[in-house]
Nanobody, 126 residues
Framework: QVQLVESGGGLVQAGGSLRLSCAAS????????MGWFRQAPGKEREFVEA???????RYADSVKGRATISRDNAKNTVALHMNNLTPEDTAVYYC????????????????????WGQGTQVTVAS
């Protein structure tokens, strides 16, 4: 069993920046792909960014160029950094891990991820 706990959400002004952190426990963190997803009210959960066990990254087009994902295997954490926030970034942000993924690039489909955090609310005020 893997447990994931997100932190760092809250109210952010448009144009500002965001840093979320996800702490993992259980399992072997360094072997897992990690991803960030978000879900806005009335919308489906969508991919934001992900990082493979080897450190390769993928980003959604909506955040490409203004978001980064990083991992610290010594601390079992993964972080999301995003700048130039807009109200469209308002959502509950979820950390997830795919403990079985063997591909070079991390998966972008939520169904591949087998453990999820509880989520953290991010609200961007205009």
């Amino acid at each position: 069993q893997v447990q994931l706990v997100e932190s760092g959400g809250g109210l952010v002004q448009a144009g500002g920046s965001l840093r979320l952190s996800c702490a993992a426990s259980g399992g072997t963190f360094s072997r897992y792909a990690m991803g960030w997803f978000r879900q806005a009210p009335g919308k489906e959960r969508e991919f934001v960014e992900a990082i493979s066990a080897s450190g390769r990254t993928r980003y959604a087009d909506s955040v490409k160029g203004r978001a980064t994902i990083s991992r610290d295997n010594a601390k079992n954490t993964v972080a999301l950094h995003m700048n130039n926030l807009t109200p469209e970034d308002t959502a509950v942000y979820y950390c997830a891990t795919d403990t079985n993924w063997l591909g070079a690039l991390p998966p972008v489909t939520p169904n591949f991820y087998d453990y999820w955090g509880q989520g953290t609310q991010v609200t961007v005020a205009s």
